[in-house]
Nanobody
């Protein structure tokens, strides 16, 4: 299994923006739906917040709808998450992986911290 590499997290004030990137090697990337998951402090589960299918259809969780946008570049095997109007409750470690899980291991994630 391949391990994706997430980047782009950081500390930002409420109302700010961040753009996350995920590099996932392997020819399967363009054939599978990919998503961004997040794990908040103290929670063992990772919640799916955004999904983009291989041909571009997008699903966004209600908690982030209107603020987050997911996109992918299959030529670069890269997944993106544009996060705008960030809120303190968006603070979490963000991971990318396939939807459903299978081809990829979990990566290290990237920490997003939103201060009030």
């Amino acid at each position: 299994q391949v391990q994706p590499v997430e980047s782009g997290g950081g500390l930002v004030q409420a109302g700010g923006s961040l753009r996350l990137s995920c590099a996932a090697s392997g020819s399967i990337f363009s054939d599978v739906a990919m998503g961004w998951y997040r794990q908040v402090p103290g929670n063992d589960e990772r919640d799916l917040v955004a999904t983009v299918l291989s041909y571009g259809t997008i699903n966004i969780a209600d908690a982030v709808k209107g603020r987050f946008t997911i996109s992918r570049d299959n030529a670069k095997n890269t997944l993106y998450l544009q996060m705008n109007k960030l809120k303190p409750e968006d603070t979490a470690v963000y991971y990318c992986n396939s939807v459903p899980l299978g081809p990829y291991e979990w990566g290290q994630g990237t920490q997003v911290t939103v201060s009030s």
